[in-house]
């Protein structure tokens, strides 16, 4: 049995990379390609130190461009790829234009598909990622669940052949950076105590690029740090547009730190108080770690946080924020919502018996 895996951005070698070791394991032939749409490798990346990222066969280069012209480019040299291996599947990942790209190829030869981390819906329904994943959910064989509210979404579309709950591939991926990450070493070096600080990041353009929801955050935050640390790794996009807006006057009592690598941000996310954030992987994360999330934003592709009451969407109102991390009502349980750290090896698995 031979797989194709195209991918294109961090998060998705990220998961490949434990997809691809479990392949091997499973004695199936893996061929990787990255379509060259965002990320270049960094031999000193933790990812590549802890998961051990192995180097594409073929990189298409794409670059950057207008969604058409990067969709357009990797369907083109991807499709040759596949006439040229003719792989029993193709693995996609997400809900970049490279994920679309590789399912629309795969099917337009007959290739079966098979999607990770599928059914997620977010408003607003025009988002070029939405978009993505909804086309590519209809396209393919195998729909990998990391939720069962992304089953109840299929099904709400109809949609109920192929679907499988396996749980959240960056579960595996956090409890193996979390096994590995001296927690005590990092707490040290922004001199912190565990469970005395709130972690927050700000990155999202419609948070970042309108004045008025930047200063309400920063405002926010300002009166969080009056009871307690807060901790904020500034975005360059967020730096720039603090200054260009004149709002360093609110972050006096924030505790400013250049961006953390993935190891930094677990042991910051598993020792916090709180996790303020507006990225949909840290949400998760502080999950993960059992550390309520504040969502800066008015949706979420990770509903099921929020409807669990885990989590607290807070829009950019800095009232809301300082009522986020202080006085909402947690559950008395968590649930198990994205499985039990396995979810690589039951994708795998059920490849392997389906086809």
Not at 2 to 21: D, M, Y
Not at 177 to 202: F, N
Not at 224 to 252: A, C, G, N, Q, Y
Not at 322 to 344: C, K, T
Request: with cysteine; glycine share 6%; charged share 30%.
């Amino acid at each position: 049995m031979k797989i194709v895996s195209i991918v294109g951005a961090r998060p998705q070698f990220i998961k490949e990379a434990l997809i691809g070791k479990k392949l091997e394991e499973f004695g199936i032939e893996e061929v990787l390609v990255h379509s060259g749409q965002h990320y270049d490798f960094n031999m000193s990346d933790i990812f590549f130190k802890i998961l051990e990222i192995k180097n594409p066969k073929y990189n298409l280069g794409v670059g950057s461009g207008t969604h058409a012209e990067q969709t357009g480019k990797i369907m083109m040299e991807f499709e040759k790829i596949l006439i040229d291996e003719k792989p029993d599947l193709v693995l996609v990942y997400g809900d970049t234009n490279t994920t679309l790209a590789g399912a629309l190829t795969a099917a337009k030869l007959k290739i079966p598909v098979a999607h990770v981390e599928a059914g997620l819906r977010q408003e607003p329904k025009d988002m070029p990622e939405e978009i993505n994943r909804v086309l590519t959910d209809r396209i393919s064989h195998f729909k990998f669940c990391p939720s069962l509210k992304a089953i109840e979404n299929l099904k709400a579309e109809g949609i109920r052949d192929g679907v499988y709950f396996t749980g959240d591939v960056m579960l595996d991926v956090f409890i193996k950076i979390k096994e590995k990450t001296d927690m005590k070493s990092v707490l040290d070096k922004y001199d912190l105590k565990p469970q005395k600080y709130v972690l927050s990041t700000i990155h999202r353009d419609f948070n970042t690029d309108v004045k008025e929801r930047l200063e309400s955050i920063l405002k926010g935050l300002s009166k969080v740090s009056e009871r307690m640390d807060v901790i904020l790794p500034l975005h360059p996009r967020t730096k720039k547009r603090i200054s260009e807006f004149d709002l360093f006057k609110f972050t006096k009592n924030i505790k400013i730190i250049d961006p953390v690598g993935y190891d930094e941000s677990v042991a910051l996310t598993c020792n916090a108080f709180r996790v303020v954030t507006d990225s949909g992987g840290l949400q998760k994360e502080a999950y993960f770690a059992k550390v309520p999330g504040v969502v800066m934003m008015k949706d979420t592709g990770w509903i099921e946080l929020i409807e669990s009451r885990w989590n607290i969407l807070v829009d950019a109102d800095d009232e809301m924020i300082y009522e986020g991390v202080f006085n909402h009502p947690l559950p008395e349980e968590m649930d198990n919502i994205y499985g039990d750290g396995n979810a690589s090896e039951k994708i795998v698995e059920i490849i392997k018996e389906k086809l």
